[in-house]
């Protein structure tokens, strides 16, 4: 079978992209072909044969007159429809699987990959086709936000959404307008959605319910893995250390908490607000063995966040490393939960958050069967996940009109 994957950055970027290649590496190792498109650069590192891909476009850190050059091409880019155009009549792929596309690749590729009469499949990593600014949350009030939705999107501009930018969020509303009035987004025939809670999202901003599939983000599997180490107990916050991620409520509750130490592993805004709580031993951005062995050896997990996260890889590392999680209850995040492998608390409400906490820490015996229950429990393997989406791709290359 032939693969086009599909991203703006081709380059290890953040989530999408580690997903994206290692669906891809396995799926070259199981004997597919696959290639790549998206944006140049000098840190690409996937490619097609004919090696055809779109300028490289930084709006976020353009000045005024490259952003008014740029924002025809962010919302409708003849550059990236004509040059995947070229991809697939070199390549000929039987499926085309988009990733993140938005702002600079653009929905339009959507049209162009239509007249070659390929199925699409596309992965849902975050709300961009129901919210402008594709975060549902609003910067300024550090709250949820779904004010666009219904199609509402001159709130996006009245918010300034996209980077406290008047004219950026002009652009993402004008976008999105601009694609569900086409309803551009039902020509994909699959969307691969990592929660319920993403579907539903979707779902209601006007995507065919037949039209998606739920498949949880696979991790790493992790082999033979060595029994805990429990000389220091400690419970463990890995990600970014901002506001969203509900750093401020939990950082509270390590307060209250003297007596049980917390590792944060991780960079972020709120990183100087760590400094002065005795019991953090703030570690900073960690990875790889490193970051492994810490999740390993922690008696549990925290996932805090305080807006809606589709799947978070940080839930299901922590499951497949034998580690429970204490997770808040928004997005898609409680749905990795099960009775066994965590704890699930109301967002915001520090005291709830605290009451998990203690059940874990009091109860060596609980944490220790809930470890053994998330080793037995994790599925999420890049080979279980590939073989789902290789069935996927066969359904639709089969029923193509």
Do not use: W
Request: with cysteine.
């Amino acid at each position: 079978m032939k693969i086009l994957m599909v991203n703006k950055f081709l380059y290890p970027a953040g989530g999408a992209e580690t997903y994206m290649f290692g669906l891809g590496n396995f799926l070259k190792a199981s004997g597919h072909q696959v290639e790549y498109f998206g944006m140049d650069s000098e840190d690409r590192c996937v490619s097609n044969t004919i090696d055809c891909y779109t300028e490289n476009i930084d709006f976020r850190n353009a000045g005024l007159s490259d952003k008014l050059k740029s924002s025809l091409k962010t919302i409708y880019s003849k550059e990236a429809e004509s040059k995947i155009g070229k991809v697939i009549e070199n390549f000929k792929p039987d499926i085309v699987h988009l990733n993140n596309i938005n702002f600079q690749l653009t929905p339009s590729i959507i049209y162009e990959i239509k007249k070659h009469n390929i199925p699409i499949v596309q992965t849902v990593h975050d709300t961009q086709i129901a919210c402008p600014n594709h975060r549902m949350y609003n910067e300024q009030t550090e709250k949820i936000c779904t004010d666009c939705f219904g199609g509402n999107y001159m709130n996006c501009i009245k918010n300034k959404c996209v980077h406290g930018s008047a004219l950026k969020s002009a652009i993402a509303a004008y976008e999105s307008y601009y694609y569900h009035k086409r309803d551009t987004y039902n020509l994909v025939d699959c969307y691969v959605c990592p929660s319920r809670f993403i579907s539903d999202v979707i779902i209601n901003a006007g995507v065919k319910k037949d039209k998606i599939k739920i498949l949880h983000n696979y991790c790493k599997s992790y082999d033979k893995l060595k029994p805990k180490d429990k000389s220091r107990k400690y419970a463990l916050y890995f990600g970014r250390l901002s506001v969203e991620k509900g750093i401020k409520t939990l950082i509270e509750v390590c307060r209250e908490l003297p007596d049980i130490e917390f590792i944060f592993a991780g960079t972020g805004p709120l990183a100087d607000l760590c400094n002065d709580v005795s019991n953090i031993d703030a570690v900073g951005f960690k990875t790889g063995d490193e970051l492994t062995e810490l999740i390993r050896n922690a008696m549990f997990s925290i996932c805090p966040s305080e807006c809606n996260e589709n799947c978070p890889m940080s839930i299901i590392e922590s499951i497949a490393l034998g580690t429970p999680v204490i997770c808040s209850d928004l997005g898609g995040a409680p749905e990795l939960i099960t009775e066994n492998t965590g704890e699930i608390f109301k967002a915001y409400d520090k005291n709830d958050l605290k009451k998990k906490m203690l059940k874990l820490y009091s109860n060596t015996e609980l944490l220790d069967k809930m470890s053994e229950e998330c080793i037995n429990s994790s599925t999420n393997t890049v080979k279980k996940y590939s073989e789902a989406m290789i069935g996927i791709y066969q359904s639709l290359i089969e029923n193509k009109g």
